[in-house]
């Protein structure tokens, strides 16, 4: 009876073995290059099975400091990856179907140990390209490396550099995470929290979700600290903060809609994947600019003199109209019959 698992352990391991096999249809890793000249940013998105993004751009730029071109038919990483994953999201579930608590450290433990080996032989990667350089490359700087970090930021020469995980490491992370909750249940660790088959489910449930979303919201504002992208005054009143979010992940953050809608139109729109707006009702909370109502008018005083107050419902919208003696209009009027340049309103300073 000892090798009977309770049915968190196998719930665990199931949604271990989806985490893990979700990963192979999503990039596992990131690096973002960000650059005066590139004010939108460059990517390269790791999946198992290749390197895409803007390989061609960076290659290019690569050629310049001697850095080798990255071809995802020169690393046998991406030949062999896709099968060790799939044959751990296997590994997972059978060990869940034919349980016994010996085979479930096992294989944390030898999951563990690859997740090891693979961040070292992905450093060892980064290493290479960015140490062997071409001694006759067009731009040589004595002493200098161009190896991106494993993860966070690092400045190269006027480059920026962040590595991240990207949805799929994230994934596998949270793969990580549930066969651990498995071990301390079978180890009598989490006995105490008693819980029935239900919440179990429920957790197990609510950690693939959590590990497989990602976040696809809007990053929180720092107000008084963080600068607005187009005038660099820092953001001090919530109700007028706006934030872009990429296509490839890059935040931008405003002060007022006359910034960002200025910003916007050096950006090009084509590349924005969300917009987010302060809610005019609340001090300090970010809206999607979309689905938001707005009003427009120089009595509102906003920091920059857009003068642009945003509601999550019309109702509230035109109640606050009503007091100007105008009309509450969506973000496709606002963004298509007010042009950046129109948003002031004799702000005083």
Same mark, same amino acid.
């Given at each position: ?76 990483? =991406? ?13 997972? !579930? ?13 294989? =944390? ?77 079978? !180890? ?13 489910? !429920? ?7 959590? *590990? ?17 992208? =187009? ?58 600019? *979309?689905?938001?109502?707005?009003? &427009? ?19 509230? !919208? ?10 509450? &209009?969506?973000?496709?009027?606002? *963004? ?14």
């Amino acid at each position: 009876m000892e090798n009977k698992p309770s049915l968190i352990s196998r719930a665990l391991l199931f949604a271990a073995a989806i985490s893990l096999a979700a990963s192979l249809f999503v990039p596992i890793w990131s690096i973002y290059l960000d650059a005066p000249q590139y004010p939108e940013g460059l990517s390269l998105r790791i999946w198992a099975h290749k390197i895409a993004g803007d390989v061609d751009i960076i290659n290019g730029l690569n050629h310049y400091i001697g850095m080798k071109t990255l071809h995802t038919a020169d690393f046998m990483e =991406f030949t062999v990856l896709p099968y060790i994953i799939l044959f751990f999201a296997l590994l997972f !579930a059978a060990t869940a179907f034919f349980f016994r608590k010996r085979r479930l450290y096992i294989v =944390f433990a030898a999951f563990v140990l690859f997740g090891i080996v693979a961040m070292i032989d992905f450093w060892k990667w980064e290493y290479d390209y960015g140490h062997h350089l071409d001694p006759n490359a067009a731009i040589k700087v004595p002493g200098m490396a161009y190896q991106p970090p494993l993860i966070g930021f690092k400045q190269l020469l006027n480059f920026g550099a962040y590595s991240i995980p990207a949805a799929g490491g994230w994934l596998f992370v949270g793969a990580g995470v549930l066969l651990l909750i498995a071990v301390l249940t079978e !180890a009598g660790v989490l006995a105490k929290f008693r819980l029935n088959a239900k919440s179990a489910t !429920a957790v197990a449930s609510l950690l693939v979700l959590l *590990t497989s979303c990602g976040n696809n919201g809007p990053e929180p504002v720092a107000l008084h600290k963080d600068a607005c992208d =187009f005038c660099k005054m820092s953001i001090s009143d919530g109700r007028f903060m706006g934030e872009v979010v990429t296509r490839k992940g890059r935040v931008y953050k405003f002060d007022d809609m006359h910034c960002l809608l200025n910003y916007l139109s050096g950006l090009g729109k084509e590349h924005i994947g969300n917009y987010y707006t302060g809610n005019f009702e609340k001090e300090h909370e970010l809206i999607d600019a *979309t689905t938001a109502w707005y009003v &427009v008018h120089a009595s509102l005083r906003s920091p920059m003199g857009g003068n642009i107050a945003a509601f999550t419902t019309k109702s509230a !919208a035109d109640a606050q109209a009503s007091r100007y003696g105008t009309s509450a &209009v969506d973000w496709k009027t606002l *963004t298509t019959a007010v042009s950046p340049d129109s948003l002031h309103y004799g702000h005083e300073h």
